[in-house]
């Protein structure tokens, strides 16, 4: 389309040039930056790896870091690359991982993640971040680097001189950058609040140490010299120490894209400053822009570009919008414009991301960044000057009265509105409209984008029942769904008592698509059948557990039938106990009296037989969720030829030690004609039933980025 517009329109030869560039320098950085250095083959045997701990981020006998690999046997990482992994660590371990540099033989493999609809995409952050493995190192030396070092000495004395703080962990974000410390609750708290832009190193945090640096530096040459000789360039001096303590603050708090964006802009708007250019605010965005995505193209994934860009495009346009008034304006009012203009100009990526907006974010934000520019900034920076060279906790009773507004304001527990989820072309929609109103000659057209928006909205008619069965690796767990409410099956693993699969995948989905769980089965006690258990108590009471447990989610399922809609739920087994856990797996049949779906858990040939004896009229079933997670101890063909499912679903890892699906059993449901779908390729697989019609999607299909395995 670019060729053909260029040989009508010349203007467009530019746009087709910018356009070429991009994909050049987007592929040249793959290859250079982002392509595994070393492919499964390589890694087939332990390799000695050397490398600095980046983050911790499990502790215990077994720590789990994120390690910045310096070399992978015989291969050296290049200066101009990052190369990362997950491992878990074992063997000499130093008492402060934070910044050690370790060296030992490694067990590793590619890094591959679960795949999901509406919740976070670990595969994709991990590319982001540059995480190419994960696996295990048994370490024999460790060391510390000079640069590391420095950082991690920053931060831990910080933390010291913070600590007893009501906020100090708040105080200790906006200094490092380090959000590891957060309470759960509180990051929760800020969110509803509409502070959840203060936990990210953005352009306001650097603009205030800019600002409190140039300011700094002109006191201090002041207080110096009383009689400044006019002949010479002070401004010059200005600005080199502003830029270079900001810069250091954006080293320190871990060169986020917002913090590098903000600096960028402050040194072009030095430099024009300095040597009497003008530069409009429009291209000095656009000339950071550019910058950043020459130097690495792939910010374009990290949804904090587009948060930092938009917020600055929008102070721009309302300073432009408020200029001629500015004489009758006072500076509450055009805070107040502002908190507005951002609060709408980011409403639509609030919602794609957090699936809500936070209700008090105009006046709360309208109080709280004033008060952290003028006060809370100046104050801690004091703070820390007199705890180094005195001892006097300068912030004490300050931050007494803060804590006091904070618990104030959380006693109102409706700050926050649950939208559900969006999807990304309302999103792209939205912003077309919001351009498009910008200007008096296309806000007419404006109605375009937002007609398409409403005929979506209204025309998109949700099936009559949904399966989702989430990608959780070796485990269950599977979702039913209709009129906005669910059935639940299995609540997958918890890993080392830190990652729970219900907490982490199973609970954000109810909460993106506002989905009421009214039942939940447990298919048997197995850990990657109820690992997150102790989770679905916190979350709903036990609640949805008293049809099927009697409350008791460590208890065999009762045989009965409850109606969810039009739906029907059945357990039809175990009829009594028998002598393995596998065996008394729950068997849970729900059914439209058109389509059926058959959820066996992880019964055995033994138990399968017996089903057949007793339910056989039952099982034959559309969808089958394969029993054992394809292991040749269930699907016998006896069973198979029963059921005879249009699709079977291979719920597992990918990475699974063992090597499921077994041949015979996929030879098994390939005789019967079934079509297999398997998560640990697929990602999460759902079935949208609207009457005798079934839609299927898998989220790798979904999110099938070229970059990503």
């Not at 050397?50 to 994120?66: D, H, L, R």
């Not at 591959?112 to 609809?117: A, G």
């Not at 590891?180 to 929760?188: G, M």
């Not at 609040?193 to 700094?216: D, E, K, M, R, T």
């Amino acid at each position: 389309m670019l060729l053909f517009l260029c040989g009508y329109f010349k203007t467009f030869s530019s746009v087709l040039a910018g356009f070429i560039l991009g994909i050049f320098v987007t592929i040249c950085h793959y290859w250079l930056v982002y392509a595994p250095p070393l492919a499964e083959k390589g890694l087939a045997q332990q390799v000695k790896v050397v490398g600095n701990v980046s983050k911790v981020i499990g502790t215990g006998a077994n720590p789990y870091v994120t390690l910045e690999l310096a070399s992978i046997g015989h291969y050296k990482i290049p200066w101009y690359r990052r190369v990362r992994a997950n491992v878990s660590l074992s063997g000499a371990l130093p008492t402060d991982l934070n910044g050690a540099t370790l060296t030992g033989m490694a067990t590793l493999k590619l890094f591959r993640s679960r795949k999901n609809f509406s919740v976070f995409d670990a595969e994709l952050y991990a590319f982001r971040n540059q995480i190419f493995y994960k696996g295990r190192l048994s370490v024999e030396k460790a060391s510390y680097a000079h640069s590391e070092r420095l950082r991690t000495t920053y931060r831990t004395w910080v933390s010291q001189a913070l600590d007893g703080l009501h906020f100090s962990w708040f105080y200790y974000v906006i200094l490092t950058g380090d959000k590891s410390a957060v309470p759960q609750a509180d990051k929760a708290y800020f969110q509803s609040l509409g502070l959840s832009h203060l936990l990210a190193i953005s352009g306001l945090h650097v603009a205030i140490v800019f600002a409190l640096s140039f300011a700094l530096c002109k006191l201090a040459l002041v207080l110096m010299w009383s009689r400044l000789a006019q002949h010479h360039n002070y401004q010059l001096g200005y600005f080199t120490f502003a830029l270079l303590l900001s810069g250091v603050y954006v080293w320190l708090s871990g060169m986020q894209v917002s913090a590098q964006r903000a600096w960028l802009m402050a040194l072009l708007g030095a430099c024009c400053f300095l040597f009497a250019r003008h530069l409009s605010p429009a291209r000095t965005l656009i000339y950071a822009l550019t910058v950043i995505l020459i130097a690495n193209p792939f910010a374009v994934l990290n949804l904090g570009l587009y948060f930092s860009f938009f917020a600055v495009a929008t102070i721009f346009v309302v300073f432009r919008n408020t200029v001629r008034e500015s004489q009758r304006l006072s500076r509450v009012k055009l805070l107040l414009y502002l908190q507005c203009g951002l609060f709408t100009a980011l409403l639509p990526l609030t919602l794609y991301s957090y699936h809500g907006f936070s209700m008090s974010s105009i006046p709360v934000n309208l109080v709280v960044i004033p008060l952290l520019s003028v006060v809370i900034f100046p104050l801690l920076l004091i703070h820390l000057l007199s705890v180094m060279t005195a001892g006097w906790a300068v912030l004490a009773i300050p931050d007494a009265m803060l804590n006091s507004a904070y618990q104030w304001l959380n006693a109102f527990p409706y700050h926050w509105w649950h939208s559900g989820a969006m999807a990304p072309e309302l999103v792209i929609l939205s912003y077309i409209a919001l351009l498009l109103c910008l200007s008096t000659l296309t806000r007419p057209f404006a109605w375009v984008p937002v007609s398409a928006v409403l005929m979506v909205s209204l025309l998109e008619r949700p099936p009559d029942w949904q399966v989702d069965v989430f990608d959780v690796g070796h485990g269950t767990a599977v979702l039913v769904t209709t009129q906005g409410n669910g059935a639940l099956i299995d609540l997958g693993a918890s890993y080392f008592s830190r990652y729970s699969l219900f907490d982490n995948v199973v609970k954000p989905y109810l909460q993106a698509h506002r989905i009421k769980l009214l039942h939940t089965v447990i298919s048997h006690d197995d850990s990657d059948h109820n690992g997150g258990l102790a989770d679905l108590y916190r979350y709903d009471g036990g609640r949805s557990l008293e049809q099927f447990h009697q409350g008791d989610g460590k208890a065999l399922c009762t045989l009965k039938t409850v109606q969810m809609g039009k739906l029907s739920i059945e357990s039809l087994w175990p009829v009594e106990p028998m002598n393995s856990d596998n065996n008394n797996s729950c068997v849970v049949r729900i059914s439209d009296g058109t389509t059926e779906l058959l959820l066996p858990g992880d019964i055995e040939q033994v138990a399968e037989k017996a089903l057949l004896a007793l339910q056989r009229e039952k099982l034959p079933s559309e969808i089958l969720l394969a029993p054992h997670h394809g292991s040749n101890t269930s699907s016998s063909m006896a069973f198979v030829s029963a059921v005879s499912p249009k699709w079977v679903v291979f719920s597992r890892g990918f990475h699974s030690p063992w090597r499921l699906p077994h041949d015979e059993v996929v030879a098994r449901y390939q005789s019967t004609g079934s079509q297999m779908l398997d998560t640990a390729t697929a990602g999460q697989v759902r079935f949208k039933i609207t009457g005798t019609e079934v839609q299927l999607e898998t989220a790798r299909d979904r999110k099938s980025f070229w970059f990503l395995r």
